[in-house]
């Protein structure tokens, strides 16, 4: 019973850099989510998806691009990283619909931006 | 729109006191309002949620948070603090209008001093 995966958990990447990180699920969820965590400013939504096929921007998109690949796995990508992205980077899922469902966490990625 | 707003980025209390952490929200819709906690290097496991049933709601370990209509209030309860406890807590709303987008607070740190 794994819940939510993420890899890498670490990663540190040069300014420009591209680099997906991975997340899957393996609880049925329709809904998954990546967010980052900075000090100060609690967790933020980058991306999220409600179902397969689907995908919405959250409150800080840009610079980040998603794929759904499938109802378990939901990949966030940086194109070309920047400093700015220094940050814990957490992917998310919950289900069925319904908005009371929680989110269930991955242990997130640290990623740094030189 | 919806938000949440913590009081108080960090906490004190000593072993075996009350532990009050804030939460207030905005919401124009009926609220779905959440505590979860974070150890460190670790994700968030839920603590709580309020979704419209009974107003005083009861967590795992001790933990209870009341929600307060009028007040527009969920603040976090304990009423005796252990040394485990020492966490970031995040209060998070959502409601059945926002397309599964759940909004965090900054989050509290907590101490607890022996």
């Known amino acids: 019973n794994a819940g939510v995966t993420q890899t890498p958990k670490f990663q540190v990447l040069k300014t420009g850099q591209s680099m997906t990180l991975q997340c899957a699920q393996d609880?049925?969820?329709?809904?998954m989510y990546w967010y980052r965590q900075d000090p100060g400013m609690g967790l933020r939504l980058i991306y999220y998806s409600a179902s397969e096929g689907t995908t919405d921007k959250g409150e800080v998109p840009n610079g980040y691009n998603v794929s759904r690949l499938n109802k378990r796995e939901f990949s966030l990508r940086l194109e070309s990283a920047a400093p700015s992205q220094t940050s814990v980077y957490f992917c998310?899922?919950?289900?069925?619909?319904?908005?009371?469902?929680?989110?269930?966490f991955g242990s997130g990625t640290q990623l740094s931006v030189l | 729109a919806q938000s949440v707003t913590q009081l108080g980025s960090h906490v004190s209390v000593s072993e075996g006191a009350l532990v009050l952490l804030r939460c207030n929200y905005s919401?124009?819709?009926?609220?779905?309002l959440f505590w979860y906690v974070q150890y460190p290097n670790q994700g968030l496991q839920l603590l709580l949620k309020y979704t419209s049933a009974a107003t005083l709601v009861k967590g795992i370990n001790g933990f209870e948070a009341e929600f307060k209509k009028s007040e527009t209030s969920f603040h976090l309860t304990k009423p005796s603090a252990h040394m485990s406890d020492a966490a970031e807590y995040f209060c998070a709303v959502t409601s059945s209008n926002t397309g599964n987008q759940f909004y965090f607070g900054t989050g509290t740190s907590l101490t607890v001093i022996p």
């Open positions: 998310a899922s919950s289900g069925p619909t319904s908005p009371n469902e929680k989110l269930f």
């Open positions: 919401s124009s819709v009926p609220p779905y």
């Open positions: 609880m049925n969820h329709n809904s």
